[in-house]
């Protein structure tokens, strides 16, 4: 039996609650079929043995992420400041330097050469229309070369290109050499430039939810009650020009649209009927996911910062490569939160765990002494492991997509809708671009319905 409702949302991550809740608030009812058996998606926060809120998703907001710095707010949910005091580490060629102020400095050419590369990537991405990439001036030469074959022809220092290399797979979780450059631009414009990307202060790791970031999802959900449907993977969604059956395991819901608040290549699993037209069904074959693992070492206080350190530390050797002081606003426990991405997060997968352990532990060893080995706790999550993301930080775009299928990111098909951080203008991939993204879907699907 379908039970009848006016929206059917697909999806209880940031964008499928964001759009149920404004379709709610403007008299509109809505079912949210969430697959997993708890709300949030790529957010995720577990306590660690003693309580601590562990953030094992996203985390951090910075400046300009306006949507969801309000809705935060509106549902209690507060911030405080990444830690940022005391001097970074800058780990190359067996050596680490302690740095007070902007990474890298270890070398002034390859400083100086990486702030040229960075201008001129933002010169680049200020080109580049948010809500139409593909309209670019030089989007097809753009959209026809990686980011990889951009640094080999125009940065010729090879510390700023591993840098760079480095910055783009800790902001995509992708090889530079897997992003089209056309992308690349687009993610950099979407944040407001190359800086707001990869600083802390000023930029979006500036500051951390006290409560967790997934705690957002939780309170959205709480208050849009039955409502939220968990344990219901989609499987089917069957539509015409007079509204959608979808069909979950368990669940059949009859609505008069559907917004489905799931990546492109999670899109792509469900079953259409009739199938899709080929540009959308296409564009979901050719959007995957980043490869991320998130690892947490807890200590019983951040002795790094007796030391003088700010805990930050980049390293040319995996599969490591970036870490944070994440301990709490307390400062008890001392935490450290490093990522493993691209092509080293691959070679996780088929690492044991003691092989795993001890890789975590010698990155953090280099960069910050032998007491960094000895954590008491020890954290590690895989999001290519998780079956309802498969992958993580989002989606990005191989060469050729944007200019081949750009158009079909939110183009609705009949009375289907789409959303997710991937549809995003501003803030594409982030917390702030799924927030954004839920609201714009809630309007597209609110003036369809004429409410
Ligand atoms: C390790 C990590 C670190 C990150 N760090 C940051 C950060 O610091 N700051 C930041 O802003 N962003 C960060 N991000 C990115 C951020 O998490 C995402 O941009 C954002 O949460 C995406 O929200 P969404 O609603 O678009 O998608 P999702 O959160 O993926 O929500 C989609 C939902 O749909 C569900 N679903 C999937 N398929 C189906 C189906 N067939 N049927 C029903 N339900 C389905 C999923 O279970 C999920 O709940 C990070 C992500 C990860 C994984």
């Excluded at 819901?253 to 699993?269: D, K, M, S, W």
Aim: some cysteine; hydrophobic content about 45%.
């Amino acid at each position: 039996m379908s039970v009848p409702t006016d929206v059917v949302v697909v999806g209880a991550g940031l964008a499928g609650l964001v759009a149920a809740r404004e379709l709610v608030a403007a008299g509109v009812e809505a079912v949210v079929l969430e697959a997993r058996e708890r709300v949030g998606g790529r957010t995720l926060t577990l306590p660690a043995a003693d309580g601590t809120p562990i953030d094992h998703g996203a985390q951090w907001i910075g400046p300009t992420q306006d949507r969801i710095a309000a809705l935060a707010a509106s549902v209690g949910v507060t911030t405080y400041a990444t830690w940022d005091r005391g001097l970074h580490t800058e780990f190359r060629n067996g050596r680490a330097l302690r740095v007070d102020g902007r990474l890298p400095a270890g070398d002034p050419g390859t400083a100086a050469a990486m702030g040229l590369a960075i201008r001129e990537l933002d010169a680049m991405a200020a080109a580049v229309p948010l809500e139409a990439p593909w309209t670019a001036e030089r989007a097809l030469p753009w959209d026809s070369q990686t980011a990889e074959s951009w640094l080999q022809g125009r940065v010729a220092d090879e510390g700023a290109r591993a840098w760079l290399r480095t910055a783009l797979r800790s902001t995509l979780a992708a090889e530079a050499g897997e992003l089209s450059l056309l992308h690349t631009l687009f993610i950099i414009r979407s944040a407001g430039g190359f800086a707001q990307l990869i600083e802390t202060a000023g930029g979006a790791q500036e500051r951390r939810f006290h409560q967790g970031a997934q705690s957002i999802s939780i309170r959205l959900a709480e208050a849009l009650g039955e409502r939220v449907v968990l344990g219901a993977p989609v499987r089917a969604v069957r539509h015409d020009q007079t509204g959608v059956v979808v069909e979950a395991d368990g669940h059949t819901v009859a609505a008069r649209r559907a917004i489905l608040a799931v990546p492109p290549a999670l899109a792509g699993r469900v079953a259409y009927r009739p199938p899709l037209p080929g540009w959308r069904s296409q564009l979901t074959q050719r959007v995957p996911m980043g490869s991320v693992v998130k690892v947490h070492a807890l200590y019983e206080e951040p002795f790094w910062r007796h030391d003088g350190l700010s805990g930050l530390a980049v390293g040319d050797h995996g599969p490591v490569e970036v870490v944070y002081d994440n301990s709490p606003d307390s400062g008890t426990p001392g935490v450290l939160v490093g990522f493993v991405e691209g092509q080293d997060a691959r070679a996780w997968g088929r690492l044991s765990p003691g092989e795993r352990r001890t890789a975590v532990l010698e990155c953090l060893v280099r960069y910050f002494g032998e007491p960094a080995g000895r954590p008491r706790e020890l954290l590690e999550r895989s999001w290519a492991e998780e079956e309802y993301s498969g992958g993580c930080f989002a989606g990005y775009f191989p060469p050729g997509v944007w200019t081949s299928y750009g158009r079909a990111l939110r183009e609705p098909v009949g009375p289907l809708h789409w959303a997710g951080t991937e549809t995003a203008t501003v803030w594409n991939s982030y917390m702030d671009g799924a927030v954004r993204s839920g609201e714009r879907a809630a309007a597209e699907v609110l003036a369809a319905l004429g409410s």
